[in-house]
């Protein structure tokens, strides 16, 4: 019904903290007049890394937010969501968020920590391998 | 049935971006599927343990519903992608040609 409105809310939370925190580096880069980039480009940081959720969350929210306009469940018009014009429809539509939403963005949260930790490994092997 | 065309979806631009590398932006394609394969798996599992067993043997008027609803997510993610492309213009296509004709222009 809705239930993709739970990986949008933590796409869009970690793309705000994101950019404060990208603010802020930068803001300490150029006090220590250090070139950001410099620093950055040889180890991709945690920061960047978090690219790669942000980018799977607001990709499949996408593709999901069609699904729910091809099935009415989501208008162009207020109140938006199909479901808001009644109240057991708008309970139904809050359980689904609080388990299929809450699933799909743990889900998403899991596999990106699979990916981080591959690529963790990776680079300490390739390190290693250099040494 | 929509799963199962985004996984393969997603399945055949990973491969692509693997082989023919990340020119043409088709990373975009990967993170839309694989993000959307996620979500859709969840709601699979949701409705396997309402359904157990007819899960799998949908109807034939569901699949073709859902085959159509699949096959519309793909085009509207390749719309997206194609925006994205033109957009940030990774092999300077439109700036070669914004660069000629202010050469063009100066000139005259």
Same mark, same amino acid.
């Given at each position: 019904? =809705?239930?993709? *409105?739970?990986?949008?809310?933590?796409?869009?939370?970690?793309?705000?903290?994101?950019k404060i925190a990208e603010h802020n580096q930068q803001k300490n880069h150029s006090?220590?007049?250090?070139?950001?980039?410099?620093? #950055?480009?040889?180890?991709?940081?945690? #920061?960047?890394?978090?690219?790669? *959720?942000?980018? #799977?969350?607001?990709?499949?929210?996408? #593709? *999901? =937010?069609?699904?729910?306009?091809?099935?009415?469940?989501?208008?162009?018009?207020?109140?938006? *969501?199909?479901?808001?014009?009644?109240?057991? =429809?708008?309970?139904e539509m809050l359980h689904e968020m609080a388990t299929n939403g809450i699933g799909m963005a743990v889900l998403v949260t899991l596999v990106w920590m699979g990916m981080l930790a591959v690529n963790r490994i990776r680079q300490k092997k390739n390190i290693s391998e250099v040494q | 049935m929509t799963l199962l065309i985004v996984l393969i979806s997603a399945v055949i631009c990973t491969f692509l971006w693997y082989t023919k590398g990340n020119a043409c932006r088709i990373s975009t394609l990967c993170w839309m599927f694989w993000g959307?394969? %996620?979500?859709? %798996?969840?709601?699979?599992?949701?409705?396997?343990?309402?359904l157990h067993e007819e899960y799998f043997t949908p109807s034939a008027e569901d699949m073709l519903n859902d085959t159509f609803l699949g096959c519309s997510v793909v085009v509207f993610a390749l719309v997206i992608w194609i925006i994205d492309l033109l957009l940030h213009d990774p092999k300077g296509i439109f700036r070669k040609k914004k660069s000629a004709l202010k050469e063009v222009s100066e000139h005259v």
């Open positions: 019904m =809705a239930c993709f *409105l739970v990986p949008v809310a933590e796409a869009t939370a970690i793309t705000i903290i994101r006090a220590l007049k250090v070139n950001p980039e410099e620093i #950055l480009s040889p180890n991709k940081t945690f #920061l960047s890394e978090t690219h790669w *959720l942000t980018n #799977l969350l607001w990709g499949g929210s996408a #593709l *999901l =937010a069609f699904e729910h306009v091809w099935h009415g469940e989501v208008t162009p018009w207020f109140p938006f *969501l199909t479901a808001m014009r009644e109240p057991d =429809a708008t309970s | 959307a394969s %996620l979500m859709w %798996l969840v709601d699979a599992f949701a409705e396997y343990a309402e």
